[in-house]
Every structure is written in C-alpha cells, then in structure tokens.
C-alpha cells in the first residue's frame, strides 16, 4: 500500500531547524478541495500549480518553519490526503505549542 | 487489547481505513470523510478496545463509512441501521455499537426506529451526518432540507417544515444530545468520546457540506465556501433548549451539547423487570453465561473478531 502513495515530505530537516512539526502530503489521495490550506493556524499550506494524476491541485508547503505539527490539516482533510505531526523538540516549547492550536469556538 | 499503532508517525486516521479502498467516491470538498477523522481521533481518545466495537451504517453517500473502515462494520439496508445495531447491542451487550448514517437514512425512512430507540433508550452511539438533503440518489427534499431551499424535488423551493433533529430526539428520550458541523473537528471528536463513556441513547448530529447536490443547486458555493460559512454562524451554546435549534437555510446554526442526563437503559430496564416477575428462575444470559465479548474475553468464539 505504502509504495502507492507518493508522499511530499521536506528533504532535510537541517533546512527548516525552527519547525517544530511536519507536513506530509499524500498528493493522489487529494481532491483539492483547500480545506487544509484555509484552516492551517499558521499559514503553512498554498494549493500548488502542478496536478495530479486525477487533475487536482494538491496543495504544497508554502512555509515549513511555521508548522506546529498539530494535524488541523489532517482532522480537516476529508480526503485522508494530509497529516501533521510533531517534531522532537524541547519539550517546554512543543507544549506551549500544541496549546496554541486548539480551535475553541 | 486490540490498538493500532502507526510504525511510523503517520495519518492517525489511516489505521482505521480500508487504505486499499481509497481514494474514496466522496466528492471534492464533501464533508462525510471529515466526520471520520473526527471518530477516529475519538476512538484513539477514548482508547477503545477495536475487538468491542461494531459500526453500523444504513444506506446513502454517509452509509458508505461502514465500507471503508477497518472495524467490523455493517452496511445494512436503507433506514434499517437502527434495527441491525438494537439487535447486534441486545444479543452481545458488551459491544460498544456506533450507528453512522446520514440524515435521510436515519429520519425519514428510518425515522420511527430513531425515535422508539430513543425511547427505549438502547445503548447505542448514533452519529448522523445531516447534509439538508438525500445526497446519494440525486439530491432530493428530505425531512431535514430547510423552508425555501431548492431540490431536485423542489424546483421552486421547499415548503414542508423540517425536522430539528435534536429537539426530535430529546422528546424520545435521548440521553445524550450534541450538534457540531463539519468546521468544529475538535468538538466533535471529544463529542464523539463523551458519547463512548455514556451508556443509553447518544445522538451527535454534523452538519456538514454536500457541495455537488445542496450548495450548488441553492448558489452557496462549494465546500470550503460552507466550511467558512459554518465557522462565521455557528454558535456555541451548550445546553441550548433544543427547540430553539432548528435550521433555516442562511441563518445561524447553534451548535454545541444540549443534553447530558442519565435514565436506565433498555437492558437495565429489561433485567430488573425479569427479575421482579420471575425472581431466581430468571438468568442474565449476557452475564452469567459468558456471551459477552469484552475486552477480557468469557467467550471461547474467536471467528466472530
Ligand atoms: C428501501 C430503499 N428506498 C430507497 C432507496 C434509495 N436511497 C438510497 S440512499 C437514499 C437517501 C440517502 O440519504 P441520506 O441518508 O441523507 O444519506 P446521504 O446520501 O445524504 O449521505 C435513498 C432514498 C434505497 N436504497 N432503499
Ligand atoms: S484538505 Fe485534503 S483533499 Fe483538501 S486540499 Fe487539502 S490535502 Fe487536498
Ligand atoms: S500540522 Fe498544523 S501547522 Fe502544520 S500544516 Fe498542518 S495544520 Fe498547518
Ligand atoms: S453527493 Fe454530496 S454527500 Fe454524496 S459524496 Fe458528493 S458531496 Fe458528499
Ligand atoms: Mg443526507
């Protein structure tokens, strides 16, 4: 199953030291719909150019040091096509985080 | 204890996905596959043991979840979820039975099972995904689609009143109310958890988006469209009187969990009964004789998991 999804995840974590989570995108499985892109807290997401095999536009990571790992994107997601998770990082500060992204309302 | 547990850090929800079934037939922007992140988030809150749980789903686009989970799942007939689940919850009471359908399957067809379970009180967790509309054959007027809307079957707006789920419920006898849409994921998923840890009748109605057949023929614009316009008029008001909740078709939606009480269930009510008029010569055959399949067994049958 796995070697079906083609999965867009950043190269190199030495690039983006200040993420405090990560993104992956399994572009296939998307339908475009943008619900990820509006509702990221932090922006992270932008619907991309490029198609996939089904003519959608998946989205693409617009600003990687700003994503939390919180996986709004993925609860989200309808498509089951995106999730966010969390990076090892220094515990006090990925706490404070995972409180920030709470959606009360 | 049956867990999932992803190797390596991945989609929380794909565990409990059929992964070989996806992609989905939900349409772009369709808010079903959105609800079922939200049970699998409460399913991994509420550390559930999986070898407990059964779905049941009745028919139409919602019905569809039954087919893509990885849990023992029924996909019934039209209207008849309700049915199969009494049944499945009576003859093995130590499942933990989520109905999942949608708003036509489990109100109008299904209607009158929905309010005599209600009554009853069977222990059941029903999760219904009210798009406004029968979305599957083709965007018909249901007992939900509010005054003024426009259907297949209502080319110049409807006029029937609708149904205001919740306060129908709540009047059967319903335990545990709550109403979320599809913007409000964490609400609804620790909605969804509460409801685990109630025993009787839970009800937890999503508003949610059927871009392809009720937002396009009523000119609202696709799902993400909805999606901004649920989180600009949606209102959280817990404990709402419920006959103040109903729906219009642009107006506020009240969100929130409207009710929370405690009534013996049908099988509290069923054993205490038996053994007032029988006494001694009346056996609880889910409990004394081992068919309940818990967590730590008593039952020797290992094919039915
Ligand atoms: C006995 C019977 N009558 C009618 C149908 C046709 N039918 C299939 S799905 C459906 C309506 C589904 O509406 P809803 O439960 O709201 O689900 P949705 O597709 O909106 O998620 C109907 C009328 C059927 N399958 N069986
Ligand atoms: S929410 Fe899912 S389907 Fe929609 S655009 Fe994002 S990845 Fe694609
Ligand atoms: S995990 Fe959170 S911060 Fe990162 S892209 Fe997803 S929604 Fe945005
Ligand atoms: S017809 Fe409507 S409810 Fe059915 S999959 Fe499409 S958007 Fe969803
Ligand atoms: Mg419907």
Redo the contacts between chains.
């Keep these: 199953m796995l070697a079906n999804l083609r999965e867009l995840t950043l190269p190199l974590v030495g690039v983006f030291v200040a993420a405090k989570g990560r993104v992956s995108i399994v572009v296939e499985r998307c339908k475009a719909c943008g619900f990820c892109v509006e509702f990221c807290p932090t922006k992270v997401l932008a619907l991309s150019s490029a198609f996939n095999s089904k003519g959608y536009h998946p989205p693409h990571v617009v600003s990687p040091e700003k994503c939390s790992g919180c996986d709004l994107c993925g609860m989200y997601c309808p498509d089951f096509a995106i999730y966010g998770h969390k990076l090892q990082a220094p515990k006090a500060e990925a706490t404070a985080e995972a409180k920030e992204v709470n959606n009360e309302g | 204890m049956t867990t999932l547990v992803s190797p390596i ?6 565990p409990f ?1 059929r ?2 079934r ?3 037939i ?9 609800t ?3 049970f699998a ?1 409460a399913l991994i809150e509420s550390k559930i043991d999986l070898k407990t749980l059964a779905l049941v789903s009745g028919i139409g686009c919602t019905g569809r979840v039954a087919g893509y989970v990885k849990l023992d799942s029924f996909h019934t007939t039209h209207g008849r979820a309700i049915p199969f689940a009494t049944g499945l919850k009576l003859a093995n009471p130590g499942l933990n039975v989520v109905v999942y359908s949608g708003d036509g399957d489990l109100s109008a067809i299904g209607g009158n099972h929905l309010i005599h379970a209600a009554r009853r009180n069977i222990d059941l967790k029903v999760i219904c995904v009210n798009n406004l509309i029968y979305a599957m054959t083709g965007g018909q007027t249901a007992p939900t689609t509010p005054g003024h809307a426009t259907t297949s079957t209502s080319p110049y707006g409807t006029f029937e009143p609708s149904f205001n789920l919740p306060h129908l419920v709540e009047a059967a006898g319903a335990v545990y109310v709550a109403r979320w849409t ?6 609804l ?1 620790r909605s969804i958890t509460e409801a685990f840890n109630k025993k009787g009748f839970s009800f937890i109605e999503v508003i949610s988006p059927c871009p392809t057949l009720y937002q396009r023929r009523n000119k609202m614009g ?3 469209e909805t ?2 316009y649920y ?1 600009e008029k ?1 209102k ?1 008001k817990h404990g709402a009187p419920t006959s103040e909740v109903g729906l219009t078709l642009n107006g506020e939606i009240i969100v929130g969990k409207f009710v929370d009480r405690d009534r013996p269930d049908y099988s509290t009510l069923l054993k205490a009964q038996m053994h007032e008029s029988l006494g001694d010569k009346y056996v609880d055959y889910d409990e004394e004789q081992g068919y309940a399949c818990s967590a730590d067994g008593g039952c020797e049958e290992d094919s039915c998991h």
Excluded: Y
Aim: charged share 20%.
């Design positions: 850090p991945g989609n929380p929800v794909e996905l992964s070989d996806m992609p989905h939900w349409c772009p922007g369709c808010g079903i596959g959105t079922v992140n939200c988030e599809t913007f409000h994921v964490r609400q998923a696709d799902g993400l999606m901004k989180k949606s959280t």
